[in-house]
């Protein structure tokens, strides 16, 4: 009887340590399938935040040039320099409000052209209002006055970016201080009395 018992337990065991060898087995390879899934995912997520980045490339480049030194789009053969310490945006010539008002257009073709390509991609519009290097008091309220002129001038004339729904618009001033600025940087260069224009891919939820 006791060898028969013995026989038995250890072909119970045998029995269990199988299965536990089966299961074991059968946890590795979900995990192996599972990671390897992750890194799939990862992977496509990758590639499409390097679609994303890419994309403004396709600006219209009419009326934008990619600036190497700064790794960004800056505006293309229009001057958008303003009077000293005004804000007014008709100190720029007509001619260059035209084509201040196509570059508009261009963003907003832009941004469509992308929401069909890239439905989850989302950017942010930040136009920078800046002065010239002459210690004016006001300079940082001067610069951002600008940049919201620029706003105004498009919105004015029919070009709004909150209805796209993938761009978030960001009107900021800089004073004198960025580091995007005609050089010599110096009192009385008018060429920094402008706004620039800066179109920054944003990855949001990449599934």
């Keep these: 009887m006791a060898k028969n018992s013995s026989?038995?337990?250890?072909?119970?065991?045998?029995?269990?340590?199988?299965?536990?060898?089966?299961?074991?087995?059968?946890?590795?390879?979900?995990?192996?399938?599972?990671?390897?899934?992750?890194?799939?995912?990862?992977?496509?997520?990758?590639r499409k935040i390097e679609e994303l980045n890419n994309s403004i490339k396709e600006i219209d480049n009419n009326y934008f040039k990619y600036d190497e030194s700064f790794k960004r789009h800056t505006l293309k053969n229009i001057d958008v320099s303003f009077n000293t310490y005004s804000s007014n945006i008709q100190d720029i010539d007509k001619s260059q409000?035209?084509?201040?008002?196509?570059?508009?257009?261009?963003?907003v073709s832009f941004m469509r052209n992308a929401k069909r390509k890239i439905?989850?991609?989302?950017?942010?519009?930040?136009?920078?209002?800046?002065?010239?290097?002459?210690?004016?008091i006001r300079n940082y309220e001067l610069s951002y006055e600008r940049a919201l002129a620029l706003i105004k001038f498009w919105s004015n004339n029919g070009i709004e970016f909150d209805s796209l729904g993938n761009c978030e618009v960001?009107?900021?001033?800089?004073?004198?201080?960025?580091?995007?600025?005609?050089?010599?940087?110096?009192?009385g260069n008018k060429g920094n009395?402008?706004?620039?224009?800066?179109?920054?891919?944003?990855?949001?939820?990449?599934e």
């Design 119 to 136: 439905p989850e991609a989302q950017y942010l519009l930040i136009i920078e209002g800046q002065s010239s290097k002459d210690f004016y």
């Design 193 to 206: 009395q402008r706004f620039v224009i800066h179109i920054i891919p944003k990855p949001g939820i990449m």
């Design 7 to 46: 026989n038995t337990f250890w072909l119970s065991y045998s029995d269990l340590m199988t299965s536990l060898f089966f299961i074991m087995l059968v946890l590795f390879i979900v995990c192996v399938v599972k990671m390897k899934g992750e890194v799939i995912a990862k992977e496509e997520q990758l």
């Design 97 to 107: 409000l035209d084509k201040l008002l196509k570059a508009g257009e261009a963003i």
């Design 170 to 187: 960001l009107i900021s001033g800089s004073g004198q201080s960025s580091r995007f600025r005609i050089q010599p940087d110096i009192k």
